[in-house]
């Protein structure tokens, strides 16, 4: 084996977690020493010819695991080196699970972005964290993540290696690479695993760097919660790069207890109760706004759907009149879930009361949760008054990666990450999510930065002014607005639109609703009130 030191992968920028907390963890059994890898590694000892990964392509847990060993000497092969950094942008397919696998013993860190992404994130997230390879399908729908490659390549010159699956193009063809090697380094659990990308709050998004420790215990314990077995069947509904489908429990979780986990590149009722009723699926995972198309779509899809046990919800509040919906529509149990790639994670449990699971949004995964809810002086408020959550755990992050200046903002000197939700804690310990101080717009679960989105729109040549707010959806929870003042003539919808699309914005991140403003409403102390924007003024 080779050594992969700590100094190698806790690059600068990295935030560990405290020395003294890391021991208590580690003492209490939160962290036990293992490594994502080993994950697979362990469930392929025990169950080697047990399906792994479903579908046209489908693999024992033993072929996975010889897979993903050969795909990390394909990795070294090209002379990528443990705690380098790789931009994974795959869309839910099978392979996705080998090259993750793959990258991780080779202790290559896997940045992973989500098929919606584009120029000005990817180009973002590779600057930030000096990726040295970027691995991507062909194309996806009418999109050629091809031509995105070459321009990322071009403005971020570390990125030596684009590896593609499906027809490379000018690059190199993911499965050409060789497979062959002498040996794989050895992992430290408490090194950096992999980087999530953050929904993003302020400006671009931000990296999250998790550690084998921390993440082998969010997925595990996740399982746990939701009792998964080696009976079960997972559907990645959702982008497998989220935290939510990969680890909660998700892909990782239903790895580690050995179930299979099957994949749907598109969440509509058509394609996901086919798989669900193909693949026998027990537990599955999306948003609010796809459980309501599910609800609304059993009357007229006939997927049988008898084998779904669990469906969770989550990425943004059910409403309780929608979430009463769920289980007699659906016949299955509903799980709400609330939590952050940042780290802690809330989960009505399986026996919860049904007044719980429809009106809550969970109660924390672990007992070293610290959870505190305060005011706008940072003092904590009375049981059952709203206020922000802040919190800390064996799960949660202390800071983002390169980004000094916004961990000043973001944590509490004494580690407490501020979440930028409001929420009700009940005296059960489940949370009710009232809103959020941050100035973000949840989109159908996705977030979209408000002051991102502003600084591309005044780009737009006749653009003076702009704000983005988020305005109430029956469908997709908030959908994006943006007011304008501007010089001259007014530009149109599809206009902006086109004109974002061209400056590399994802489309989730497209504005629903345009309108014109002769000027921006302030508040007292000079900022655009976005209060009165949303209630017409």
């Known amino acids: 084996m080779l050594p992969l030191t700590s100094s190698t992968a806790h690059r600068d920028g990295y935030v560990p977690f405290p020395a003294g907390p890391a021991a208590e ?23 080697p010819d047990r399906t792994a990964l479903l579908g046209a392509d489908a693999r024992s847990y033993a072929t996975l695991d010889a897979e993903a060993d050969r795909m990390a000497h394909g990795f070294r092969a090209l002379g990528i080196e443990p705690g380098a950094r790789v931009v994974v942008q795959l869309p839910n397919v099978v392979e996705f699970v080998p090259v993750l696998f793959g990258l991780l013993r080779a202790g290559v860190i896997p940045v992973l972005t989500l098929p919606a992404h ?27 993540y091809r031509e995105l490659a070459a321009e990322v390549q071009a403005a971020v010159p570390s990125v030596r290696h684009v590896l593609v699956l499906g027809d490379p193009g000018p690059f190199v063809d993911l499965n050409s690479v060789p497979r062959e090697g002498d040996s794989l380094p050895a992992i ?54 989220h935290n939510f489908p990969l680890a909660c429990p998700g892909i990782l979780g239903t790895i580690a207890v050995g179930g299979a986990v099957a994949f749907v ?9 086919a798989a669900i009723e193909q693949n026998r699926v027990t537990v599955t995972a999306v948003v609010p706004p796809i459980a309501q198309l599910w609800c609304a779509a059993v009357e007229w ?39 952050m790639a ?84 009940l005296p059960s310990g489940h949370l009710v999510v009232s809103g959020r101080i941050k100035d973000v ?56 639109k086109a004109f974002l699309t061209d400056r590399g914005v994802a489309t989730y991140k497209l504005p629903d609703v345009l309108r014109r403003a002769d000027g921006l409403p302030t508040t007292a102390v000079g900022k655009i009130d976005k ?3 949303r209630n017409g003024g």
């Open 25 to 47: 963890y580690r003492s209490a059994g939160y962290w036990q020493g293992r490594s994502l890898g080993e994950l697979l590694r362990e469930t392929a000892r025990r169950h």
């Open 342 to 425: 940042e780290g802690l994670l809330n989960f009505t449990r399986l026996d919860d009361p049904a007044e719980l699971v429809h009106a809550t949004q969970g109660r924390p995964l672990s007992p070293a949760d610290e959870i505190r809810v305060v005011d706008g002086d940072g003092d904590d408020v009375a049981p059952g008054e709203e206020g922000e959550l802040l919190t800390k755990g064996p799960y949660t992050i202390r800071g983002y990666y390169r980004a000094p200046e916004h961990n000043s903002r973001a944590f509490t000197p004494d580690g407490y990450y501020r979440s930028g939700d409001l929420v009700r804690r």
């Open 441 to 496: 717009i949840n989109r159908g679960g996705e977030n979209v930065s408000c002051d991102e989105l502003e600084e591309h729109l005044l780009a737009h040549p006749a653009v003076r002014h702009a704000a983005a707010v988020g305005l109430p959806d029956a469908v997709l929870g908030e959908k994006v607005c943006a007011f304008l003042v501007v010089g001259g003539e007014m530009p149109t919808l599809s206009e902006i």
């Open 301 to 339: 899809e006939e997927a049988d759907l008898s084998s779904l046990r669990l469906l969770q919800v989550g990425g943004a509040r059910l409403a309780e009149v929608n979430a009463r919906e769920v289980e007699p529509a659906l016949q299955a149990r509903l799980q709400q879930v609330f939590g």
């Open 265 to 273: 590149t598109e969440p509509s009722p058509e394609n996901a109760f």
């Open 118 to 144: 584009r120029r000005s994130e990817i180009e973002h997230l590779a600057r930030l964290s000096e990726a040295v390879g970027y691995i991507v399908a062909d194309r996806m729908g009418d999109f050629d």
């Open 531 to 533: 209060k009165a924007l």
């Open 188 to 241: 430290d659990p408490g090194d950096i695993a992999l980087m999530l990308v953050s929904g993003g709050t302020t400006g671009l998004p931000k990296l999250i760097a998790r550690t084998h420790d921390d993440y082998v215990y969010n997925a595990t314990a996740s399982a746990q919660v939701c009792e998964l077995t080696e009976g079960d069947v997972y559907l990645a509904t959702l982008p497998a790069a």
